[in-house]
């Protein structure tokens, strides 16, 4: 795919700043804006939901949901009811949560990357209108399948860091997410788990995102180095909740406008 440009907006972001990040973004003609799910801040569907109508073409990720916080038929049928509102701009990531956070919420699970490989198979496949029979581990389906579901595909992405769950997502998701602690030169090591687990895949559509934390003055001279790492969508991850939105963004779109 094409490389992409986008921004997060931060959960510890006060929520009723979430429109007019939206709207700025989709101004500035960034293309994509990032949500991630943190206990106990907000919603990650709610929020995609508000950014999504508060913008025209702006493509939304969800970056990560939490799998042991989220029945999965639940966020097939989320999910579904996004896209038919707003076709072709969602994106999903599933994550394993922090599991201190998943324990104080009752959801912790024994083996998360087992559940991992269960949910995301079942969400691929309740989005792809399947009807899905499932007796694993964590997941349990019994001839479940969605009234409304997309039109069209709509990626699954795992979030992650350890080598097997990187591994994993080459294996079975449309795409991986990489959080601000990768240089240009460790993504490389990343990316090389990944490949491992796409060996033998016969699909080509895959999609690599990494969050990038820094300020606006950092955002033009970090596109290069990391596109070249094997990013294909970057995306400007504020510092800390004290940083310039507005900044940040315009200096997003800048970039995007020079790279279109």
Known sequence: MNARIGVVFR?????????????????????????????????GIAAAAVALASSETLTVGLGVLPAPLRNVVTTAMEIATLEAMFSGRIRVGIGHGVQDWMRQAGAAVAS??????????????????????????????????????????????????????LTLAGE?????????????????????????????????????????????????ESVGPFLAAGVDT???QPAGPQTDMPELIAATGEVAAAMR
């Open 11 to 43: 959960p510890d972001f006060h929520p009723d700043t979430l429109r007019e990040t939206a709207a700025a973004a989709d101004r500035a003609g960034v293309a994509e804006l990032w949500l991630w799910e943190d206990c106990f801040l907000q919603g």
């Open 112 to 165: 998360p990357l087992t559940l991992m490989r269960e949910y995301v198979t079942a969400l691929s496949d309740l989005l792809s209108a399947r009807s899905v029979t499932v007796e694993g581990r964590y997941v349990r389906l019994a001839d479940v399948r969605l009234d409304w579901p997309p039109q069209q595909p709509v990626p699954v992405l795992i979030g992650g860091t350890g080598p097997k769950t």
């Open 172 to 220: 079975i998701a449309d795409g991986v997410i990489l959080d601000s602690r990768y240089t240009a030169t460790t993504v490389r090591d990343a990316l090389g788990h990944v490949t491992s687990g796409r060996a033998g895949r016969d699909d080509t559509a895959f999609s690599t995102v990494l969050f990038l934390a820094c300020g606006a003055a950092q955002v033009a």
């Open 234 to 236: 970057l995306v400007f």
